[in-house]
């Protein structure tokens, strides 16, 4: 018996990799691997559970708890006359949440059968796979003729933040090796990543990148190696200078005229519609802060600017999303939603940085840093591969404490 619960457990574990690996590649593929890995793992719990620990807290809690908030906003607010639109994202982001708090509870309770096998290894040779793959398509959709590179994900957006989290973890399982050749490997992925960033035109993931890196790499080492710096420094400047005409002065030049355009009171634009969506927000919260449904959020953001018509952009989004992560949970499930999200950020982030787990702490903070200018948690593939992330990252906290 104890040979079978080993095999679920390893099995469940790769698929979660796989689901991981293929998120750039082919959603088909992710959502496969992904509900294979939770359905094995609910027949795993059920085997196991004679020794799980409830009482101790875990990083699938607020995983499960902001889903069951997210299900419980559904049926109680989102009642219309036709019934329940069973195809709401903020349903189905509910429902993958709380089937992926299980994933992420299975995998990090019975982390004691990774002990037989070199789990980084495992996990640095599969998202290596996942990463050149991804590069490599990025590149060729470039060579295409693709203005921002996608991937397989239809949002440039998203694609850029599952990239850029992709990235950084490799990065970290690079060092990790504590060998000079994986350094001068982790430099190459540097460059390179922040280069496939560029691609996709996304500016926050441009931004943000290098300096989350940065932050990262100093975390795990604790102190500054000036010559990695400098090297890796002196060749993104130069990829920089080799992409600025193409991908980075237009954009430059598209933010500094938009918010020149926003204060001139003309918000349909790509920067100015994010900050009228952000103000609509705010207030949809002060007028329901207990939540309400997407019905009643639109019908008040109608009246609201028809009081204030210099946020009217925000009405071409008003039915999709905010934007933002905080401020659409916060307009929508109001104060309960908005505590939710707070307890998912922080209670994960206080498991990795108790338990030293850099890849773990690092993907909860790229979800807040990316989460500041779109909605992660309402995409199906973001949601996949973060969720999987974490129940990945956070199996090495138990039994395998991180090196640094």
């Known amino acids: 018996m104890e040979k079978i619960k080993s095999r679920i457990y390893v099995t469940v574990m790769f698929c979660a990799l796989l689901s991981v690996a293929f998120a750039l590649l082919s959603n088909g593929r992710q959502k496969d ?37 997210k299900l419980v906003w559904f049926f109680v607010l989102q009642h219309e006359s036709g019934g ?31 002990n037989n096998i070199d789990y980084k290894k495992i996990l640095l040779l599969v998202i290596s796979i996942g990463f050149i793959a991804a590069t490599c398509y990025g590149i060729w959709q470039s060579f295409q003729g693709e203005n921002r590179v996608e991937m397989a994900i239809n949002r440039a957006t998203i694609s850029a933040y599952i990239y850029s989290t992709l990235s950084i973890t490799l ?16 430099a190459f992925v540097i460059v390179l990543s922040f280069i496939t960033v560029i691609l996709t035109g996304t500016r926050a ?19 500054i190696h000036i010559k990695s710096v400098v090297v890796v420094a002196v060749i993104s400047v130069l990829a920089v200078t080799i992409l600025y005409n193409r991908y980075i002065h237009p954009k430059l030049t598209q933010t500094f005229d938009e918010i020149a355009l926003y204060q001139e009171g003309r918000d349909n ?10 103000t609509v927000g705010l207030n949809n919260f002060g007028h329901a802060p207990f939540g309400q449904s997407a019905k ?45 999200l707070l307890f998912f950020y922080f209670g994960i982030g206080w498991v990795a940085l108790k338990n030293r787990n850099v890849p773990l702490l690092f993907t909860i903070n790229c979800m807040i840093v990316y989460g500041l200018s779109d909605v992660l948690l309402l995409s199906s593939e973001a949601i996949l591969f973060y969720v999987a ?16």
């Not at 509910?94 to 509870?105: C, R, W, Y």
């Not at 634009?269 to 952000?278: I, K, N, P, V």
């Not at 999303?321 to 659409?328: F, G, K, R, Y």
Request: glycine share 8%.
């Open 33 to 69: 691997f992904y509900y294979i890995s939770i359905y094995l793992g609910i027949v795993g719990l059920l085997m196991e559970r004679n020794i799980l620990k409830f009482k101790k807290f875990n990083i699938a809690y607020p995983i499960i708890l902001l889903g069951i908030v």
């Open 205 to 223: 993931a441009i931004i943000c990148h290098l300096l989350i890196i940065a932050c990262m790499t100093l975390y795990n080492f604790r102190k």
């Open 269 to 278: 634009t790509s920067l100015g519609a994010r900050f009228s969506m952000w």
């Open 296 to 340: 009643s959020r639109s019908d008040y953001s109608k009246q609201y600017v028809k009081d204030y018509p210099q946020y009217k952009a925000a009405m071409l989004y008003i039915d999709v999303h905010l934007h933002d992560e905080t401020i659409e949970t916060l307009s929508l499930q109001g104060i309960f939603g908005g505590l939710a």
């Open 171 to 186: 990065i970290y399982l690079l060092y990790n090796q504590r060998k000079k050749v994986y350094y001068f490997i982790a």
């Open 389 to 404: 992330l974490i129940g990945l990252c956070g199996a090495i906290s138990n039994d395998q404490r991180v090196e640094c």
């Open 84 to 114: 329940y639109n069973f195809y709401s994202d903020q349903f189905n982001g509910g429902k993958k949440l709380v089937l992926g708090g299980l994933l992420a509870f299975y995998l990090t309770q019975c982390s004691h059968y990774l």
